[in-house]
Nanobody, 114 residues
Framework: VQLQASGGGLVQAGGSQRLSCTASRRIFSFKIMGWYRQAPGKEREWVARIIASGTTDYADSVKGRFTVSRDNAKNSLFLQMNSLSPEDTAVYYC?????????WGQGTQVTVSS
């Protein structure tokens, strides 16, 4: 299974960005999908997840600003990011859990300018 993340770029503080993650196979069987991020010089940080039932969870740092969603028909996962701040600058990685296996996208850079 391959995950292809896209949608990163340069955005001004207060702006919005939408990340996409497209899988090479149907995603309806993935129990959990979500996003991590890694800022320069920092450890990878979990951001958000969505389980097959549609339940979502968020890190406190993004709660109320980010929304994770999935579209099984399009084999895609999304992360809508609003009210961005420079602290959100990072490489964002999508992931998917299938049984005991985990899959990762290659990462997409999001840079928020002040």
């Amino acid at each position: 299974v391959q995950l292809q993340a896209s949608g990163g770029g340069l955005v001004q503080a207060g702006g919005s960005q939408r990340l996409s993650c497209t899988a090479s196979r149907r995603i309806f069987s993935f129990k959990i999908m979500g996003w991590y991020r890694q800022a320069p010089g920092k450890e990878r940080e979990w951001v958000a997840r969505i389980i097959a039932s549609g339940t979502t969870d968020y890190a406190d740092s993004v709660k109320g600003r980010f929304t994770v969603s999935r579209d099984n028909a399009k084999n895609s996962l999304f992360l809508q990011m609003n009210s961005l701040s420079p602290e959100d600058t990072a490489v964002y990685y999508c992931y998917a859990f299938l049984g005991s296996l985990d899959y990762w996208g290659q990462g997409t850079q999001v840079t928020v300018s002040s």
